[in-house]
């Protein structure tokens, strides 16, 4: 019985390290998992559905593509728990103790999934479209880590930027793709 006991405190502590919720009550923690869980799911629901990419026939014959791309491959598999981790960031800063730099730390983090659904929604095909998207969602998103490591380190960890890790995962699956379709005749 000692040991069951025991490994529910651990299980217990182990929540409590990772939502940083020392101190606070079940309520408050579940109250910011439902908002920063349903805001992430309407930036998402927004970007996946709400916006068509505006691309041009001279943008088709120049070969230029959309600055996002949907995730191919392995690395379909990781984006989820990327994004996860986000918001896990975002938990962490919410269950922080009360004071201005949180209040600024999750405004910032709203305004990144914001940001980064128009932009994921748009897929903006233009060279200095592609340079604004990718300046505001780094820049925001350096913003929110950088307010987030002043309440929890960990959260400003968590908070990095993964865009080109998208991009070189969908390179390495084309060019493995690619080596597939060669035959030796």
Same mark, same amino acid.
Request: charged share 20%.
């Given at each position: 019985?000692?040991?069951?006991?025991?490994?529910?405190?651990?299980?217990?502590?182990?929540?409590?390290?990772?939502?940083?919720?020392?101190?606070?009550?079940?309520?408050?923690?579940?109250?910011?998992?439902?908002?920063?869980?349903?805001?992430?799911?309407?930036?998402?629901?927004?970007?996946?559905?709400?916006?068509?990419?505006?691309?041009?026939?001279?943008?088709?014959?120049?070969?230029?593509?959309?600055?996002?791309?949907?995730?191919?491959?392995?690395?379909?598999?990781?984006?989820?728990?990327?994004?996860? !981790?986000? &918001?896990?960031?975002? *938990? =962490?800063?919410? /269950?922080?103790? +009360? @004071?201005?730099?949180?209040?600024?730390?999750?405004?910032?983090?709203?305004?990144?999934?914001?940001?980064?659904?128009?932009?994921?929604?748009?897929?903006?095909?233009?060279?200095?479209?592609?340079?604004?998207?990718?300046?505001?969602?780094?820049?925001?998103?350096?913003?929110?880590?950088?307010?987030?490591?002043?309440?929890?380190?960990?959260?400003?960890?968590?908070? !990095?930027? &993964?865009?080109?890790? *998208? =991009?070189?995962? /969908?390179?390495? +699956? @084309?060019?493995?793709?690619?080596?597939?379709?060669?035959?030796?005749?």
């Amino acid at each position: 019985m000692t040991d069951i006991d025991d490994a529910i405190d651990d299980v217990r502590d182990a929540a409590v390290d990772l939502l940083n919720s020392e101190g606070r009550s079940a309520a408050h923690v579940a109250v910011g998992v439902a908002l920063t869980v349903g805001f992430a799911l309407l930036a998402t629901g927004i970007a996946s559905g709400a916006f068509t990419p505006k691309r041009k026939l001279k943008h088709v014959r120049d070969g230029d593509l959309p600055i996002t791309e949907k995730p191919r491959g392995a690395f379909s598999l990781i984006l989820p728990a990327v994004f996860s !981790a986000t &918001t896990l960031s975002a *938990v =962490r800063v919410w /269950n922080a103790p +009360h @004071r201005p730099e949180r209040t600024r730390a999750m405004g910032l983090w709203v305004a990144a999934q914001t940001v980064n659904a128009v932009w994921l929604g748009l897929r903006p095909s233009s060279t200095w479209k592609q340079v604004a998207a990718a300046m505001s969602s780094a820049g925001l998103a350096a913003a929110f880590a950088h307010e987030a490591r002043k309440l929890d380190e960990g959260a400003g960890k968590m908070a !990095a930027p &993964t865009g080109g890790g *998208v =991009r070189m995962g /969908n390179f390495l +699956h @084309r060019k493995a793709d690619q080596m597939n379709e060669r035959t030796l005749h």
